[in-house]
C-alpha cells in the first residue's frame, strides 16, 4: 500500500459546481496535511495547509482531514475555468523544515465554461 | 516566499550525454531541494542540497547519477549524468523556510532523453 493514494482523474465539472478532490494516506504519524496546485507547466503552489484534524477555509477553498480514517478533503465552491490545473496532495510527520513532504500523484481537474 | 528560476526550462538530450539544471532564489535560502516529476507518478525527493557540505540523497538516488552543488545560498545546481530514456522528466527545485509545509517551487525543467 502505497502512502498517499490519489485518484489521477481527469475530473470534469461545469461551472459553478462544487468541487470534491481526496486523498488517503497510511501512515499515522502524518501531522501536517497540504494542497498544492500546478498549472500546465508550471511548479506546484501551495495552496492551503491543515494541522492535524479538522477543517480549514480560505476563500472559496475549504480543507479537511480525518485522522480517523486517514482521509483527507479540498472542496471548492463556486468552481471557475482559472481553477483548472493538477491538484496535489501533501503530508508531512512533522512541521520543521527538514521533515520530508510525501506528494500524491496529483488529480487533473477540468472546470468546463 | 521566494521568486525561484530555472534554467533550462526543458532541454532534448541524447542518451548518455549529461545536463545541468539550474536553480536560482530571489533571498537567501537555508533549504533547498530538487524533486522529480514523472508522467503519473509522484513529486518524488532526489535530495537536499547543503550549502557548504554534500547534498543529502533520498533512497533510489545516488551522487554518481545527480551530482548537486550548492555554493551559496541563492543557487543550486543538479546535473543528471549519463542520462537514458528512463530519466525524462520534469525537475523541479524548490526552497523551504521555517515549515517543512512551507515550500515554494521553481517552474521546472522538462527533460526529454532520445
Known amino acids: 500500500q502505497k502512502e498517499v493514494e490519489q485518484d489521477p482523474g481527469p475530473l470534469s465539472v461545469p461551472e459553478g459546481a462544487i468541487v470534491s478532490l481526496n486523498c488517503t494516506y497510511s501512515n499515522s504519524a502524518f501531522q501536517y496535511f497540504m494542497w498544492y496546485r500546478q498549472y500546465s507547466r508550471k511548479g506546484p503552489e501551495l495552496l492551503m495547509y491543515t494541522y492535524s484534524s479538522g477543517n480549514k477555509e480560505d476563500g472559496r477553498f475549504t480543507a479537511q482531514v480525518d485522522k480517523s480514517s486517514k482521509y483527507i478533503s479540498l472542496f471548492i465552491r463556486d468552481s471557475q475555468p482559472s481553477d483548472s490545473a493538477t491538484y496535489l496532495c501533501a503530508m508531512s510527520g512533522g512541521g520543521n523544515r527538514d521533515d520530508k513532504i510525501i506528494f500524491g500523484k496529483g488529480t487533473r481537474l477540468h472546470i468546463l465554461p | 516566499s521566494a521568486v525561484i528560476s530555472q534554467k533550462p526550462s526543458r532541454d532534448i538530450c541524447q542518451r548518455g550525454t549529461s545536463l545541468t539544471i539550474q536553480c536560482q532564489v530571489d533571498s537567501q535560502v537555508t533549504m533547498m531541494f530538487w524533486y522529480r516529476q514523472q508522467p503519473g507518478q509522484s513529486l518524488t525527493l532526489i535530495a537536499t542540497a547543503n550549502q557548504g557540505s554534500e547534498a543529502t540523497y533520498e533512497s533510489g538516488f545516488v551522487i554518481d547519477k545527480f551530482p548537486i552543488s550548492r555554493p551559496n545560498l541563492t543557487f543550486s545546481t543538479l546535473t543528471v549524468s549519463n542520462m537514458s530514456p528512463e530519466d525524462s522528466s520534469i525537475y523541479l527545485c524548490?526552497?523551504?523556510?521555517?515549515?517543512?509545509?512551507?515550500?515554494?517551487f521553481g517552474p521546472g525543467t522538462r527533460l526529454t532523453v532520445t
Open positions: 524548490s526552497v523551504g523556510f521555517a515549515r517543512a509545509y512551507e515550500q515554494y
